[in-house]
């Protein structure tokens, strides 16, 4: 498998828990000129961009900790550009989070990011 697979794989076990947990998921795998998101949710009238993050075992580091500044600037102007592009959004509270996915344990990290 490659990691593409790999990626799209653990995304749609996101997804799963995401539904499982009562969000509403909106997009999967939000691409524009600034970037990409892997998952656009909502839940308690929140918008949620985000970023899953897989890794086997903790040889290469955990997997929340893969994400970035770099990472986290394209989320947040693609975030801006997918609320430019969908106004109904645009008085929505949002959050960037991050789904941290290390072997076979789910970790939802809400608000992983807001300023950088």
């Given at each position: 498998m490659?990691?593409r697979?790999?990626?799209?794989?653990?995304?749609?076990?996101?997804?799963?828990?995401?539904?499982?947990?009562?969000?509403?998921?909106?997009?999967?795998?939000?691409?524009?000129?600034?970037?990409?998101?892997?998952?656009?949710?909502?839940?308690?009238?929140?918008?949620?961009?985000?970023?899953?993050?897989?890794?086997?075992?903790?040889?290469?580091?955990?997997?929340?900790?893969a994400?970035?500044?770099?990472?986290?600037?394209?989320?947040?102007?693609?975030?801006?550009?997918?609320?430019?592009?969908?106004?109904?959004?645009?008085?929505?509270?949002?959050?960037?989070?991050?789904?941290?996915?290390?072997?076979?344990?789910?970790?939802?990290?809400?608000?992983?990011?807001?300023?950088?």
């Amino acid at each position: 498998m490659n990691k593409r697979n790999i990626g799209s794989l653990y995304e749609e076990k996101a997804v799963e828990y995401l539904k499982n947990n009562g969000f509403t998921v909106i997009v999967k795998n939000f691409r524009c000129p600034k970037g990409e998101i892997d998952i656009i949710a909502i839940k308690e009238d929140i918008l949620r961009f985000i970023e899953v993050k897989y890794r086997k075992n903790t040889e290469y580091g955990y997997a929340k900790e893969a994400v970035n500044k770099t990472k986290m600037n394209k989320i947040y102007n693609s975030a801006m550009w997918f609320i430019t592009c969908n106004p109904v959004y645009s008085d929505t509270q949002c959050s960037f989070d991050v789904i941290s996915i290390q072997g076979d344990n789910i970790e939802y990290i809400f608000n992983s990011f807001n300023s950088f």
